[in-house]
């Protein structure tokens, strides 16, 4: 009975052991609450180079539904058309989350465009040249009926670019979670309205590199992370 007693003790504190490891391994601060508060619509600028905002053009609104998926997951975004003097057209979107744990992952275009019913039609990894350092972006091509809207995005997660692909961002998600830091992140997106993805894709970096140009380092850093040169 002695030895019993003796096992069903070690089980309990072994077990109370693990408890309490896993509990003092739950991040707890997060690095939103540990530097300046971003303001998205502040940060970036309706006017830079060539480029203007557009205010009577509106990005594709997402369904209600969707609406109330990113009001859970974001603390701010940003949708916003911009044209330059040659008549060309950019939508921007800007996600910003300030908790990107477990219960805060981000909404993909590869989810969020399907439900506005467009088919994805290709989608490919690439890196875009951002002019301060090189970054891994994700490409799709979408279509709605006549409307064809090649698209470019990336994702960060504390100061890193994680990627398109979920293990990318659960590495950098436990890369934090052993410091015991909940990080921020934000999904950047840019997108056009063209048949020749080749030349939309080529609009869009030089848009990305134009409006990153027009920002202090501090900003680009919040957007790109620490791009590698």
């Known amino acids: 009975m002695r030895i019993m007693n003796t096992r069903h003790l070690a089980l309990a504190l072994a077990m109370l052991a693990a408890a309490g490891l896993a509990f003092a391994l739950t991040p707890r601060d997060k690095v939103a609450d540990q530097g300046p508060k971003l303001d998205l619509d502040r940060m970036i600028p309706k006017q830079f180079g060539a480029w203007n905002m557009d205010e009577n053009i509106v990005p594709l609104q997402p369904d209600p539904e969707t609406t109330a998926l990113l009001d859970k997951l974001y603390n701010q975004t940003l949708?916003?058309?911009?044209?330059?003097?040659k008549g060309e057209?950019?939508?921007?979107?800007?996600?910003?989350?300030g908790d990107q744990s477990e219960?805060?992952?981000?909404?993909?275009?590869e989810v969020c465009y399907p439900a506005q019913g467009f088919q994805v039609v290709k989608e490919?990894?690439?890196?875009?040249?951002?002019?301060?350092?090189?970054?891994?972006?994700?490409?799709?091509?979408?279509?709605q009926g006549m409307r064809i809207e090649p698209v470019t995005y990336w994702m960060t997660i504390g100061d890193k670019v994680a990627f398109g692909h979920t293990a990318s961002w659960k590495l950098e998600q436990l890369?934090?979670?052993?410091t015991g830091k909940i990080?921020?992140?934000?999904?950047?997106r840019v997108s056009s309205i063209s048949d020749d993805d080749a030349r939309a894709y080529a609009l869009q970096d030089r848009f990305v590199k134009?409006?990153?140009?027009?920002?202090?380092?501090?900003?680009?850093?919040?957007?790109?992370?620490?791009?590698?040169?």
């Open 103 to 109: 219960s805060m992952q981000v909404h993909k275009p």
């Open 175 to 178: 890369r934090f979670g052993l």
């Open 210 to 229: 134009e409006m990153l140009n027009a920002l202090p380092a501090e900003s680009r850093t919040r957007l790109i992370g620490r791009a590698t040169l």
């Open 124 to 143: 490919f990894d690439a890196k875009l040249d951002t002019g301060v350092g090189t970054i891994p972006v994700r490409r799709l091509v979408t279509a």
């Open 89 to 97: 057209r950019i939508m921007l979107s800007i996600a910003y989350g």
């Open 79 to 85: 949708m916003r058309t911009y044209v330059n003097d």
């Open 183 to 188: 990080p921020d992140g934000l999904l950047f």
